[in-house]
């Protein structure tokens, strides 16, 4: 168990660039959450998936964004068009039903819009 | 609408003392967990302690406990014999749905606004 990983760790960007991110949940667990943390605010939740469907997501979740989780295995969210606002930790998390102790989240990609 | 209400932005605690961070909760739900975690400033979140809403005791883990008490909708976070390096951001969760003992943790994370405890030498 090598926990979850989030890549790249940091990002700046310039306003209207796309940016990809990536998260390799823990090998055994079937869902994976993606969500978004603003300075001084708890994570907000974006989006999940149950292996490769994309089961729920956030009213936060605009059309600029998309996650896609392909073969049920890592996961990536992209935002188009970035805007300053966008400007946040993004966390990935993973859980599986034999997992007591909950959900795993790794350690986040902040993105700084300029 | 689920929420999660925790009032302190901030709080202090000296080495070796206890600490209580609060932590309110609102839900139609009667199956539901709460969770706390724990961000030191790498960011990543830090699984500390659960209790299902079903559990009659009040979940404890190491130097964590939770003080659950249902009727007031309250899981308040007890750290004994603060150390240094709990000094960090301390956020509650809740998760809408099965309780853990029956399925897993399957559904999304509803956080509160979180808490900073910096603990003094």
């Known amino acids: 168990d090598t926990g979850v990983s989030q890549n790249p760790r940091h990002k700046i960007t310039k306003r209207g660039q796309n940016v990809t991110f990536r998260c390799d949940p823990i090998?055994?667990?079937?869902?994976l959450y993606w969500y978004r943390q603003t300075l001084g605010q708890g994570p907000e939740f974006l989006t999940y998936?149950?292996?490769?469907?994309?089961?729920?997501k956030s009213r936060l979740l605009s059309d600029r964004f998309s996650a896609e989780r392909p073969k049920g295995s890592f996961s990536t969210l992209e935002i188009q068009r970035t805007e300053q606002g966008d400007s946040a930790m993004y966390l990935c998390?993973?859980?599986?039903?034999?997992?007591?102790?909950?959900?795993?989240f790794g350690s986040g990609t902040r993105l700084t819009v300029v | 609408a689920q929420k999660i209400t925790q009032t302190q932005p901030g709080m202090f605690v000296q080495e070796k003392e206890a600490v209580t961070l609060d932590c309110t909760y609102d839900?139609?739900?009667?199956?539901?967990?709460l969770f706390w975690y724990k961000q030191p400033s790498s960011g990543e979140m830090i699984f500390l302690i659960y209790?299902?809403?079903?559990?009659?005791q009040n979940a404890t883990e190491g130097r964590y406990s939770l003080n659950f008490q249902k009727a007031r909708k309250s899981a308040n976070l007890v750290i004994s014999a603060s150390q240094l390096g709990d000094s960090a951001m301390y956020f509650c969760?809740?998760?809408?749905?099965?309780?853990?003992?029956?399925?897993?943790?399957?559904?999304?994370?509803?956080f509160g606004k979180g808490t900073k405890l910096s603990v003094k030498p």
């Open positions: 839900t139609s739900d009667q199956s539901y967990g």
């Open positions: 209790q299902g809403s079903y559990d009659e």
């Open positions: 969760a809740m998760r809408e749905g099965p309780a853990m003992n029956y399925g897993g943790s399957q559904g999304n994370l509803i």
């Open positions: 090998s055994e667990h079937n869902r």
């Open positions: 998936f149950q292996n490769e469907a994309q089961l729920e």
């Open positions: 998390a993973s859980s599986s039903r034999r997992n007591y102790y909950g959900y795993t």
